[in-house]
Nanobody, 120 residues
């Protein structure tokens, strides 16, 4: 499973960005998809995830500001980020839980990351 993220960039505090992530390759099914982020010197942290059925969950720090969605037919996941704060500055990584074949274990796959920079 290959994951290609896009949509990062630089924005002023209070602004918005929309991240997209496309899954490609050969796989049987994708279950959960989502986003993590990482600041240099800190651990990667969960931002938002969404189940195959469309149930989202969010880190407390982004609730009410970020919205995750997916288009399962296109194997895409999106992260709409509004009212961005300086502390949202990080590299954002999309991930998916997928099965390569019908009888394989679910494994996690990661994209290459996209930089989000929020300035004051």
């Amino acid at each position: 499973v290959q994951l290609q993220a896009s949509g990062g960039g630089s924005v002023q505090a209070g602004g918005s960005l929309r991240l997209s992530c496309a899954a490609s390759g050969r796989f049987f099914a994708i279950a959960r998809m989502g986003w993590h982020r990482q600041v240099p010197g800190k651990q990667r942290e969960m931002v938002a995830g969404i189940s195959l059925g469309g149930t989202p969950d969010y880190a407390d720090s982004v609730k009410g500001r970020f919205t995750i969605s997916r288009d399962s037919a296109k194997n895409m996941v999106y992260l709409q980020m509004n009212n961005l704060k300086q502390e949202d500055t990080a590299v954002y990584y999309c991930y998916s839980w997928a099965k390569i074949t019908y009888d394989s274990m679910i494994a996690d796959y990661w994209g290459q990351g996209t930089q989000v920079t929020v300035s004051s």
